[in-house]
């Protein structure tokens, strides 16, 4: 069973136009949920992360939870050629039994922008 | 303020050779978590640790160990190397906010090939 999974992807979209990537996950108790951007041969950036139900907006990128649904998205507005990369929604849940926790991440999302 | 550094960057090794991979956290950081990407995937995680043990580990097998430092920095060791090891392997290191969420930043990543 995979505990957080994402839309297959690729997407393609236009520039200018909104992307939105989307992602579920398994684990009720999870407490904290990132997006995270990757370049091709590159470490993942953070580009958003939201604790709290409803929508965390930052420049072009807006942030979506739904706990009850677990459910967590990304919309890019006003998409860009560099916005061009792999998006990886990462979520914070506790492990089992424990005080710990632990980042666990979906496969990610292929978006690219065409001029 | 420095970031996570990793290294080497990169490192090509025979199969059945054995690697260590190193990790300093970001300033202020306590706790280190190893996660190996392959490609075209999002990353797995391996283990974390915290206080110098290993405190919650992922699927992979014992052939995969790693050590903390007192100085929280970290090393990930691999033995009897597979051409599947082959992958990006990412440090990341990360500190309870105060908003009750975890912030985790990574460092560039150690590309690690298995010829």
């Known amino acids: 069973q995979k505990e957080v999974e994402q839309n297959s992807g690729p997407l393609s979209v236009p520039e200018g136009a909104i992307a939105s990537l989307n992602c579920t996950y398994s684990?009720?108790?999870?407490?904290?949920f990132f997006w995270y951007r990757q370049y091709s041969g590159k470490s993942p950036e953070l580009i958003m992360s939201i604790y709290s139900n409803g929508d965390k907006e930052d420049g072009r990128f807006t942030a979506q939870l739904n706990k009850a649904s677990q459910y967590v998205s990304l919309l890019i507005r006003d998409s860009q050629p560099s916005d061009s990369a792999t998006y990886l929604c990462?979520?914070?849940?506790?492990?089992?039994?424990?005080?710990?926790?632990?980042?666990?991440f979906g496969k990610g999302t292929l978006l690219t922008v065409n001029p | 303020d420095a970031g996570v550094t990793q290294s080497p960057t990169h490192l090509i090794k025979t199969r059945g050779q054995q690697v260590t991979l190193r990790c300093s956290p970001k300033s202020g950081h306590d706790t280190v978590s190893w996660y190996q990407q392959a490609l075209g995937q999002g990353p797995q995680f391996i283990f974390q640790y915290y206080e110098e043990e290993e405190r919650q580990r992922g699927n992979f097998p014992d052939r995969f160990s790693g050590h903390q430092f007192p100085n929280y920095s970290s090393e990930l060791n691999v033995n009897a190397l597979l051409l599947g090891d082959s992958a990006l392997y990412l440090c990341?290191?990360?500190?309870?906010?105060?908003?009750?969420?975890?912030?985790?930043?990574f460092g560039s990543g150690t590309r690690l090939t298995v010829v």
């Open positions: 990462a979520v914070n849940g506790r492990v089992s039994g424990g005080s710990n926790y632990k980042l666990t």
């Open positions: 684990d009720r108790g999870s407490q904290s």
């Open positions: 990341a290191s990360s500190f309870p906010n105060v908003d009750g969420g975890y912030g985790y930043t």
